[in-house]
């Protein structure tokens, strides 16, 4: 890529951020897990970017072919994810003053 495309390409990018979403955007309240298809109680993030429940995305890592005592592979795009850097993530979805986060439970890891 020269110089002239490497700019093109950044201008682009900042247009998309840049932009209103649109109407078919999804609507986090509408979130569903896409190992159960229900809303989550607890969101979890793994470090590639994908979000699931957070007890869904533990029995489906340590369930996998390749899991291993401290990793497993994640569902959607099949990458390494060590259980330690699942993140759960608080969802705030109305008006109001937060609430003390509480931590989630951390799930059994398999051994």
Same mark, same amino acid.
């Given at each position: ?29 509408? =979130?569903?897990? +896409?190992?159960? =298809? ?7 993030? %793994?470090?590639?970017?994908?979000? /699931?429940?957070?007890?869904?995305? /533990? ?5 996998? %072919?390749?899991?291993?005592? %401290?990793?497993?592979?994640?569902? +959607? ?22 609430? &003390?986060? &509480? ?5 059994? +890891?398999?051994?």
């Amino acid at each position: 890529m020269d110089e002239n495309e490497n700019i093109e390409s950044w201008r682009q990018n900042q247009q998309r951020i840049e932009e209103k979403p649109t109407e078919s955007s999804r609507i986090l309240s509408e =979130f569903t897990c +896409v190992i159960c =298809f229900d809303q989550p109680d607890i969101l979890a993030a %793994t470090p590639c970017g994908h979000l /699931y429940c957070y007890d869904c995305i /533990y029995r489906a890592l340590s369930a996998g %072919t390749k899991a291993t005592a %401290t990793t497993g592979e994640c569902s +959607v795009c099949r990458r390494k994810v060590p259980y330690k850097r699942v993140l759960p993530l608080e969802m705030k979805l109305g008006e109001g003053e937060l609430d &003390e986060v &509480e931590e989630a439970p951390a799930p059994e +890891v398999p051994k």
